[in-house]
């Protein structure tokens, strides 16, 4: 059955190619522009759009306390209801111009004199969540440098425009650098940097050396709980315990002075972007452009370098003073930048790295020009790669409008992959062209290109069943991307062959100048290196494999310092997320926020109703209500749920949230003493007086009825005091007594470490209530949690699954060299995974979904091989003849991953970057493994044959004739 529908498709393709020129050009044009008009997408300029989980145990509680949130800081009222998703590319309103005041004379004066004194005795609020500027200089000694200070201290006036647009916004006027530090450090009473001398550098070099001594005291006595009150504190030279030396130490100074280069930091009078957003103040981006612009241009400006200076070293014993020139070779340069517009900067930067998608399909159709003699075949070979993203992004249309900014890398990986099959269709297509040459070359290319492509697909769609979204939505358009370029490259490419067969052959290219030496090296000589070493060439490829597995397995991890990286390493941005907690104490401390734990009862998690829209929720519910059912529409139809869970119909259902809250608090690492509003419910309830006649609610009284329990509820609230943290949740509308809410404190800290962060988060399990759900009370804490992981288990899944995959694929081809396949896979995997450890690889978001496609990308190499072996012959024979024949193509589509991957190293986000990195890795070893170790493979698996093989001496006859 499967032979006939075969022959009559390649007949009718064989005689009617205009046909099946024009119909998969409709199909992947006029079909999805018409699908794209009536459903377009929108590329959102929000940078972590898709990157939350759904349908996992966190997610739902997580979702629901984002909701319940925002109103509960005003308000215990609630709107149960269906809330409009938000849209996530609303713009922040703009700043407002502020005209500027006519100065008031000395009163004017007087504060400009205050704000150009940058001491201070006391801590500066919010000094973590101010802009910094992280400087390199040569060592310790080097921040001492009179000509470097005064270089620092003149970057104020020097930014001094853009940084007065922030006036508005912030309360502070000072850059604290080591310079005003000095100044301030200084005995001689120096108001700022400007007035700093030799004098003064010595004393303060003498101080920071003593003080350097005591770093971990000064820390000590101004923590939390100290607070400069503990014993530590009195034990501190005097000199070393004002708030200036414990910043300098603390904020300005790495961990380590005998570092080299040293890191110097700086702080700008000026709030990260997220600082103002937390404040509620919007504050345009464009602001921040300007000032990093001027802080770039004062660094070029002002050449930080010191080659060849002289420094003062004091020498103590001797009380003199000793020169010592030191040729330091590196300069002094901005390394890093803290701002947190990162995220805002992201999609015109992605934009402008799609453009190096042309680079490399420009350079992807020099190749296939170069090896088919024929530009217009080139041609066609990337306009039909652009067809099958046109008709992937008309389904894709059909499941979201959003369309996260990794999808765009698809292309890239479309121009790696779809290549191949135009080197396979080129150099298969007959010579000598008839009906039954054309079924047989399409029956062989065809097949061979389907295990190709769905050992590609396979990876993609598994990432559906992801819980992270952006791996759902990436894996839905690359895989149907994907299929979208094998149903061209069996229909339309082959019809243009014919067609260029028939009538164009007169439009023959150019011939590349070494093409026989090429074709010398690749199918002479290769074979012959192949079948000699190959006992050499597969013990090398093995340890290298191993040892690569090792690597692996040591050195990948997940992120430990930077959640979501944005841009390349490179980038000022994401060197201070990589590297600031790693040199400076103060950021460790910022990062490790308390984890709480938020307990809710009453209310309904929220659950996914979409595969791959993120807002597609459902709707804010109550639990099914103690009192009433709750009434929730949604779109046309109405519905009613009652919960038996959550109830406050009788005493026990009081006494059973109270145990529970109490059990809560006793805790080890939350031992939170007051008490909560249930328990002091029942406190106040055992002292409330009753008799006939009235309402009571003390429920240890026999005139109590449960009857009267929601009024009691409800009176509570005027003599025990609610807030935020400790509150009752009532309906918006119809004010019914839904559900209840606490904070409960702990002990914890958040951190990056998934590993620590793991072990917080099952300890916070630990206090998830009986009939109710907890989440953190920061949920994005919660969303970093649950998405690493995720990424843990749908990488393994991932993996493993297409592993299973492309052995039945291999199973199918290879038949019992199968085997033999399966290992050069792994060894390509072991292999790739290392060298991109080795390049300081972490296992984020973006290389989990890279990591994937390792093994359908690993496999096509090898297939083509096994495709070429030949079913007779000897050993020998069949590796020559499967090297001949498929060396050229493989060699070719190496070839073009490998420019294709080359073409991003300049990109600037990370994705492209990455992306780039894989394919250039993906290629050489995918390469390397399927020609020097799984065909050599081929000698110790194929059978024996005993006596002299009668194909040898014409196969070698035919090699050693020179190829055109």
């Not at 399909?361 to 170069?370: F, K, N, P, R």
């Not at 979208?484 to 100048?513: E, W």
Request: a positive charge; charged letters at 15%; proline letters at 5%.
């Amino acid at each position: 059955m499967i032979e006939r529908v075969g022959r009559l498709y390649s007949r009718s393709l064989y005689r009617h190619p205009a046909l099946f020129l024009i119909v998969p050009l409709l199909i992947t044009t006029v079909i999805p522009s018409v699908l794209l008009w009536f459903f377009p997408i929108r590329l959102s300029q929000n940078a972590e759009i898709g990157f939350d989980t759904k349908d996992t145990v966190l997610s739902g509680p997580r979702l629901a306390w984002a909701r319940i949130q925002p109103s509960l800081m005003f308000s215990n009222r609630i709107a149960f209801s269906n809330p409009r998703p938000i849209d996530t590319d609303v713009q922040q309103p703009t700043v407002q111009p502020v005209s500027k005041r006519v100065r008031r004379s000395w009163a004017d004066n007087l504060l400009s004199a205050i704000n150009q004194v940058a001491c201070y005795d006391s801590p500066i609020p919010l000094m973590d969540h101010l802009s910094q500027v992280i400087l390199e200089v040569p060592n310790y000694d080097a921040i001492f440098d009179l000509k470097f200070l005064d270089k620092l201290c003149q970057m104020q006036p020097n930014i001094s425009k853009p940084l007065s647009r922030f006036d508005s916004f912030t309360p502070y006027r000072n850059i604290w650098s080591v310079a005003n530090m000095f100044a301030c450090i200084s005995p001689n009473l120096r108001v700022n940097c400007t007035q700093l001398d030799e004098s003064d550098i010595k004393i303060v070099r003498k101080t920071i050396d003593n003080c350097w001594k005591y770093r971990t005291p000064i820390f000590e006595c101004r923590n939390e709980k100290c607070q400069g009150t503990c014993s530590t504190c009195r034990d501190l030279p005097e000199e070393c315990s004002s708030q200036i030396i414990h910043d300098l130490f603390y904020r300005l100074l790495p961990k380590n002075r005998d570092d080299s280069p040293f890191l110097v930091n700086t702080f700008l009078p000026v709030f990260t972007l997220t600082g103002y957003i937390t404040q509620n103040i919007p504050v345009d981006v464009v602001l921040y452009d300007a000032l990093e612009s001027s802080i770039i241009d004062y660094s070029k400006k002002s050449k930080f370098e010191l080659k060849g200076q002289i420094y003062l070293i004091v020498n103590q014993e001797k009380n003199i003073f000793q020169t010592e020139r030191k040729c330091l070779k590196q300069q002094k340069k901005i390394l890093g930048l803290l701002m947190d517009v990162k995220r805002d900067r992201l999609l015109a930067a992605a934009l402008r790295d799609s453009i190096l998608a042309l680079l490399a399909a420009g350079l992807v159709m020099i190749v296939v020009a170069v090896h088919s003699q024929s530009l217009l075949y080139a041609f066609v070979v990337i306009l039909l790669l652009a067809l099958s993203v046109v008709g992937a992004l008309g389904v894709y249309s059909l499941f979201t409008d959003e369309f996260p900014l990794l999808n765009l890398v698809t292309f890239v990986l479309l121009i790696a992959i779809g290549s191949d099959d135009a080197f396979l269709l080129k150099s298969n297509f007959p010579n000598h062209l008839n009906e039954d040459t054309f079924h047989t070359f399409l029956t062989h290319t065809s097949f061979t290109m389907f295990l190709t492509c769905f050992s590609t697909v396979v990876p993609f769609f598994i990432n559906i069943t992801s819980n992270v979204i952006v791996f759902r939505c990436f894996g839905m358009f690359a895989g149907v991307t994907v299929i979208f370029n094998y149903f061209m490259v069996v229909s339309f490419l082959p019809a243009f062959l014919l067609i260029q067969h028939r009538h164009l052959d007169c439009f023959t290219g150019f011939k590349f100048p070494y093409r026989s030496v090429f074709s010398h090296l690749l199918y002479v000589l290769l074979p012959h290196v192949l079948v000699q070493g190959r006992y050499l060439l597969m013990a090398l490829l093995s340890i290298v494999a191993i040892g690569g597995a090792a690597i692996t397995y040591q050195g990948l991890h997940l992120p430990e310092y930077n959640p979501l990286q944005l841009f390349t390493s490179d980038n000022l941005h994401e060197w201070y997320d990589n590297n600031a907690e790693k040199n400076f104490e103060f950021v460790s401390s910022k990062i490790a926020l308390p984890l709480t734990s938020r307990l809710v009862w009453g209310v309904e998690p929220i659950y996914s109703l979409s595969t791959f829209r993120a807002n597609a929720t459902s709707p804010l519910r109550t639990d099914k209500s103690a009192f009433s059912a709750v009434r929730f529409v949604t779109k046309n139809n109405c519905h009613f749920r009652s919960d038996p869970f959550f109830a406050l119909k009788t005493a026990s259902d009081v006494h059973k949230i109270a145990r529970s809250l109490e059990k809560a608090r006793q805790l080890p690492f939350v031992n939170h003493q007051p008490k909560f509003w249930p328990e002091r419910f029942l406190d106040w309830s055992d002292k409330y007086p009753c008799a006939r006649g009235f309402l009571c609610c003390n429920m240890s009284n026999p005139l109590f009825s449960d009857s009267y329990l929601d009024f009691c509820l409800r009176n509570s609230t005027s003599f025990l005091a609610t807030s935020y943290n400790d509150t009752p949740i009532f309906d918006n509308q119809t004010f019914a007594f839904v559900g209840y809410t606490a904070m409960l404190p702990t002990t914890l800290k958040y951190n990056h470490r998934f590993s620590k962060l793991t072990k917080s988060f099952e300890m916070l399990e630990m206090t998830k209530p009986d009939n109710g759900w907890w989440a953190p009370e920061w949920w994005l804490m919660s969303t970093w949690f649950d998405l690493l992981s995720s990424i843990v288990q749908d990488c393994l899944s991932s993996v493993l699954g297409s592993l299973f995959f492309v052995a039945i694929f291999a199973f199918i081809q290879l038949k019992c060299q199968a085997l033999a396949a399966v290992v050069t896979i792994a060894g390509v995997i072991c292999t790739s995974s290392a060298i991109v450890t080795l390049l300081g690889w972490v296992l984020g978001v973006l290389e989990a979904v890279i990591l994937v496609l390792v093994v359908g990308l690993s496999f096509d190499y090898t297939l083509h091989y096994g495709a070429a072996l030949p079913e007779q012959g000897c050993a020998e024979h069949r590796i020559r003849e499967a090297t001949s024949k498929g060396v050229g193509p493989v060699t070719l589509a190496a070839f073009t991953s490998f420019l294709a991957g080359a073409s991003m190293l300049p990109a600037l986000t990370h994705a492209f970057y990455q992306v780039g990195v894989f394919l250039v890795v993906i290629s050489i070893t995918s390469w390397t493994f399927s020609t020097f170790f799984y065909l050599p493979m081929l000698s110790i698996t194929l059978p024996r044959q005993s006596g002299d093989c009668k194909y040898c001496e014409k196969t070698n006859q035919m090699h050693l004739s020179p190829r055109r």
